[in-house]
Nanobody, 124 residues
């Protein structure tokens, strides 16, 4: 499974961006999709995840109420809508996928498939 992210860029604090992750598989509906981010000098951290059906979602406390994860299985695509962006959201954002029940979705080591990342920079 290949994952390709897009939508990153430079935005002022308080602004919005939408990231997309297109998967090369037609069985995306069987896979949990997750978004993670990594800032320079920091460990990769969980941002959000969504179940295969899209019914269940999970978010890091730092993004709750500001970010929304969604998916369109017909388009083999997952999205991360990011609103009210803060300078501390600056990082490389990665999408990931795995075939599993909706559990341990915060743990990056449980995801076998990863995209190459897209940079998000939020200026103050």
């Amino acid at each position: 499974v290949q994952l390709v992210e897009s939508g990153g860029g430079l935005v002022q604090a308080g602004g919005s961006l939408q990231l997309s992750c297109v998967a090369s598989t037609r069985t995306l509906r069987t896979m949990i999709m997750g978004w993670f981010r990594q800032a320079p000098g920091k460990e990769r951290e969980f941002v959000a995840a969504i179940s295969g059906s899209g019914v269940s979602t999970g978010y890091a406390d730092s993004v709750k109420g500001r970010f929304t994860i969604s998916r369109d299985n017909a388009k083999n695509t997952a999205y991360l809508q990011m609103n009210v962006l803060k300078p501390e959201d600056t990082a490389s954002y990665y999408c990931a996928a795995k075939i599993d029940a909706f559990r341990q979705y915060e743990t990056s080591q449980t995801y076998p498939y990863w995209g190459q990342g897209t940079q998000v920079t939020v200026s103050s």
